[in-house]
């Protein structure tokens, strides 16, 4: 049988800003292969480029130059409406902070990309929605609003909301980067796990050199480029 396609690849990715004189190049030639089921951290100073390749990947910009695909998916000639749907099919997003909406409840909140695809809230948007809390082990927080959860529980929510589409690919931006130290690594713990159990692909920008080195890859971005790519031990 042939190999499956890789969840995620970028050939040549470019992207500048502005024209002329002012032009800026923030990303040169970045070049990226992530299997299924690998968990990816990529890292690097800050004005690296690390949060204008994860807006790319995640379909939220466009590269100046060079080719993205997601699954079989090549979308460089996708029009808008198709990047917005092939990202609500295939992509979940974590950030470091939560934005969770407070006056709904944690199903509500986790309900919400079905709800933005359906145009709606179905029951079984929130069926599925109490599922993927329930995968992190933390269904008594359905009902509660975002106020009356801990940082963590407000954190674990949003990592339940990223996967209740069952994308193909988790998109992390710095996601313990606003907790303490035991929660990070609890959080962190859950994201590792759901991974590993349902094969989803997660690439995780981080500054947190020790939660880099639980994940299976690191890529280090210097100056919009590649300097680093090594598989963890």
Known sequence: MPEPAPTLRLERID???????????????VDLTVPRGQLVAVMGPSGSGKSTLLNIVGLLDRPSAGKLWIGERETSTLSDAERTALRGESLGFVFQFHHLLPALTAAQNVAMPLAVRRGR?????LDRARAALRRLSIEELADRRPSEMSGGQRQRVAVARALVAEPSLVLADEPTGNLDTETSDEVFGEMRRLNRELSITFVVVTHDEALAERCDRVVVLVDGRVRSDRQVE
């Open 15 to 29: 992207k500048d800003y502005g024209d002329g004189p002012g032009r800026v190049q923030v990303l040169h030639g």
């Open 121 to 125: 809230v179905t029951q079984d948007a």
